[in-house]
């Protein structure tokens, strides 16, 4: 690609496109606006309607400033003609057979295709395998713009880095990574995306990668989890308290401060998934990352099996057997319920008939309903047998052994995956790993 038609963009002449409003496409558009014309996309009309009245429904930034959001925000794809740069920031989640996903990726690069002209940049931030960008989106565009990759127009990879209710590491604090298939439009990314972080951009030896470091952040995290939730059954059978273990290994400076826990969201629970699927195809193993996935991937049967357990001893006989369930988003801080894990536990205990409540102040409960079938509940409802603490949202460290107390009988039992009231819960059964 020639230099002097990808420094068009810095000198503000062109446009750049950012498709998928979500956790990673909306902090990135915002930014992006603060220097450059920025066409920020997405086929959902109601998100754009909200997004264009300064509200985000994920409630991660606040939409205020100089920025005119009506002509920022759109649904119309013909506006993006008036783009030189795509940034494609669409999720990538896997089907039920935990396999990868690429519909709502594949449908982001035919669009683009559409529009995409000579001396164009496209630029992937959408979690991939290793070789997706240039083996499964560059052969797309080529196909429906008639142009060719390396001649006609250049392509990048530079992956999300959004942590979703983190206000510490957020887009403008974090490292970028930035790829591309030639010198000259690394060196054009670089400058683009330093306009993006304050913390500093930095520059891949090529898009693979950039796409394996990518899933490597959260396949360690996976791994760390998956390994104290192990430990934590060992401990248990042992006949020692988890969390004390965990607190007295933390005094050593190099202990990595990992909890163990309901792995979920679309993050740890979904980009393992993608390297496995890569390395299975040409005949390899992954084995830890596989056991990994393995063991995370049980704790909803582990903490079922201990509540199913606890009625089986305490309620027989009871006619309702009731489980409140507290807090319902995959992580706390977060209203996202994507591959939540307390939805899955809730879900798992119903087909048990179990009477389940499940309790969020920060999830929308329609949004809930629609993606999962599992209803909101407001507040506690009459006293349970059990109560799953499955999310340490901000909010719930008001809570007292008093309010536990009285949602429950004296024999219930309080499952605490959080670790955070171990030193509150004194008059009820406690459990915690």
């Known amino acids: 690609m020639d230099t002097k038609q990808l ?33 920020g996309y997405d ?7 909200q997004l264009q009245q300064g509200i985000d429904s994920n409630q991660e930034l606040a939409l205020s400033g100089s920025l005119n959001l009506s002509s920022l925000f759109t649904s119309d794809s013909s506006l993006l003609a008036n783009a030189n740069v795509f940034i494609i920031a669409v999720p990538t989640p896997v089907d039920q057979r ?39 989106c560059a052969p797309i565009l080529e196909k429906i713009s008639g142009l060719k990759l390396g001649e006609d127009f250049a392509m990048g990879y530079s992956p999300e880095r959004i942590n979703p209710g983190d206000t510490v590491h957020h887009i403008g604090a974090v490292v970028k990574l930035v790829a591309a298939t030639d010198l000259d439009t690394l060196d054009f990314l670089t400058q683009l995306y330093q306009h ?18 990518k899933l490597t952040e959260n396949i360690q995290r996976d ?27 933390a005094t050593k400076w190099n ?40 063991v995370n991937e049980g704790m909803v049967d582990r903490v079922a099996s201990q509540v199913i357990q606890h009625l089986q001893s305490k309620a027989e006989g009871v006619s309702k ?77 008001e809570l007292g052994e008093s309010y536990f107390c009285d949602c429950t009988f004296s024999t219930s039992l309080i499952i605490d995956l959080t670790g955070a009231f171990k030193d509150v819960i004194r008059n009820r059964k406690y459990w915690t790993i």
């Open 98 to 136: 935990k396999e990868p996903d690429l519909s709502y990726l594949k449908e982001a690069v035919e669009q683009v295709g559409k529009f995409l002209k000579p001396g164009d940049c496209v630029v992937v931030e959408s979690t991939v395998y290793p070789g997706c960008t240039e083996e499964f």
């Open 321 to 397: 057997k009731r489980v409140l369930i507290v807090g319902a988003s995959f992580k706390p801080n977060v209203r996202d319920v994507r591959n939540s894990k307390p939805v899955e536990l809730a879900k798992l205990l119903i087909k048990e008939n179990i009477e389940v409540d499940i309790i969020d102040p920060l999830v929308d409960a329609k949004h809930l309903e629609h993606a999962s079938g599992v209803l909101l509940t407001d507040q506690p409802n009459g006293s349970y047998h059990v109560v799953v603490i499955a999310v340490n949202h901000t909010v719930y460290k």
């Open 196 to 213: 993006v972080t304050e913390a500093g951009v930095h520059p891949c030896e090529g898009i693979r990668v950039a796409e394996a470091a």
């Open 43 to 49: 086929s959902d009309l109601i998100r754009i309607g």
């Open 255 to 294: 202990f990595l401060p990992f909890r163990p826990g309901l792995a979920g969201g679309h993050c740890i629970s979904v980009d393992p998934y993608y390297l496995l699927n890569s390395i299975n195809k040409i005949g390899g193993k992954a084995f830890i990352v596989e056991e990994a996935r393995r």
């Open 223 to 249: 791994v760390n989890i998956a390994l104290l939730n192990e430990l934590s059954a060992v401990y248990e059978k042992l006949g020692i308290h988890p969390g004390h273990v965990w607190e007295a290994a």
């Open 7 to 39: 420094n068009r963009l810095l000198e503000k002449l062109d446009s750049i496109a950012v498709i998928g409003l979500g956790y990673t496409g909306l902090p990135l558009a915002l930014r992006l606006a603060e220097h450059f014309s920025v066409i």
